[in-house]
């Protein structure tokens, strides 16, 4: 089967640079903020584009960061382009670097679909408080979370075939699981139910968690089917400067995320939805229900892990439970305990196959499992001289 890995990073990223909205906006922010002579520091740098505007702004140096192999093509842009002596690469997350210089300019464009959903409340706490100056400026200087009570048309087709199979079977229960994820739409301003509200505003050059709780009650404003909340993001880039995916979405790179009800229902003008929301883990775990007025409450609230199935078992797990690692966790566990920077790829693989002889399938399998580890936690070096 043809791997299409590689050429859908490159269409992803490509989108990206074609996005005027997104391009324009963070240029002129970055124009704006970025002074002559500034170290700058880019989590999340994707292609480099916007490195290269804060060295054409100004920029003394700029550390760029980014732990995808879309690296590679920000590195060959940066050079193509004549600032490799102004530009140094971190292949890795922000969180696992060190800096000979803290920098003036926290510039991130880690913003989700819903505002936190790529983790940028985790990316800047941290940056502020081990690689910026103290009151180092910050692009963007502010995100919000927006929502607004929604009728989809059409329903996801990930939701609804659950509950219309071409089978002659019930699989409802599947709708039940599948409505605890977040699902992507472009949502229409004529799909709105009611007016929309700000959920959350985070002042990113502020006192910042990287957890957002929020209760909203939305009026319905016109008579619909009821599928759930549509959510998008408002960033203020710098004093003045606004990007929003918010309906009708200017901005192609974004979409926006749908919290289905369990249940569809109808409405009428003068009901009221009522949204709990708690965002936790950085942005991995989305737990929300809804209420309210005439519109009957949900059963329970859900809950996803970042578009993930929190899981198909009873979520039942609680503090009395005592968890043990699996033989596939024993083996990692041993891997990543061989690795202590003097013991060869080979001799890994050789102890795994003595440790482990009947679960890996043999050297080659043993082999690759070691080198998925090392891609993981960028284990990979040099053989340190043999004392």
Not at 152 to 177: H, I, N
Not at 239 to 255: D, K, Q
Not at 320 to 340: G, H, N, S, Y
Request: charged content about 20%; aromatic content about 8%.
């Amino acid at each position: 089967m043809y791997d299409r890995t590689n050429a859908d990073t490159l269409d992803y990223h490509g989108s990206m640079l074609m996005d005027s909205e997104r391009i324009d906006a963070f240029r002129r922010a970055i124009d704006q903020v970025v002074r002559p002579g500034d170290v700058v520091l880019d989590i999340g740098c994707g292609t480099g584009i916007l490195s290269l505007f804060a060295c054409r702004a100004g920029a003394g140096h700029v550390y760029a960061v980014e732990q995808g192999p879309i690296i590679e093509i920000a590195r060959r842009v940066c050079h193509d382009n004549g600032y490799q002596e102004r530009v140094t690469f971190f292949e890795n997350w922000s969180a696992r670097i060190d800096l000979s210089r803290r920098a003036d300019v926290l510039l991130t464009e880690t913003i989700g679909n819903a505002a936190f959903d790529e983790g940028i409340l985790g990316w800047v706490i941290d940056a502020r408080k081990r690689l910026v100056v103290e009151g180092g400026r910050v692009i963007p200087c502010a995100v919000e979370l927006w929502a607004a009570p929604v009728q989809v048309d059409p329903f996801p087709q990930a939701l609804a075939g659950w509950r219309d199979p071409l089978l002659p079977f019930d699989f409802s229960v599947g709708y039940g699981l599948a409505s605890n994820n977040l699902h992507p739409v472009q949502l229409e301003v004529a799909e709105l139910l009611g007016e929309s509200a700000c959920l959350s505003r985070v002042d990113l050059g502020g006192e910042i968690r990287d957890e957002i709780e929020a209760d909203a009650s939305f009026v319905v404003s016109r008579a619909g089917r009821l599928h759930g909340v549509g959510l998008w993001f408002l960033a203020e880039l710098a004093p003045g400067i606004i990007l929003s995916n918010a309906p009708p979405n200017p901005a192609p790179s974004w979409v926006h995320w749908l919290l289905p009800a369990q249940r569809r229902r109808t409405v009428t003008a003068g009901d009221r939805i009522d949204l709990h929301l708690r965002i936790s883990e950085n942005g991995c775990h989305w737990s929300w229900s809804f209420g309210g007025g005439s519109a009957e409450s949900e059963i329970h609230p859900q809950t996803t892990r970042r578009g993930q199935l929190t899981s198909l078992r009873p979520l039942s797990a609680g503090s009395e439970m005592t968890p043990k690692r699996t033989q596939a966790a024993q083996v990692d566990l041993f891997i990543l305990q061989a690795m202590d920077g003097r013991t060869s790829m080979e001799e890994i693989v050789h102890k795994v196959g003595v440790q482990f002889p009947d679960f890996l399938g043999g050297p080659e399998a043993a082999r690759a499992r070691v080198l998925e580890l090392c891609d993981t936690y960028r284990c990979l070096g040099p053989r340190a001289p043999a004392a």
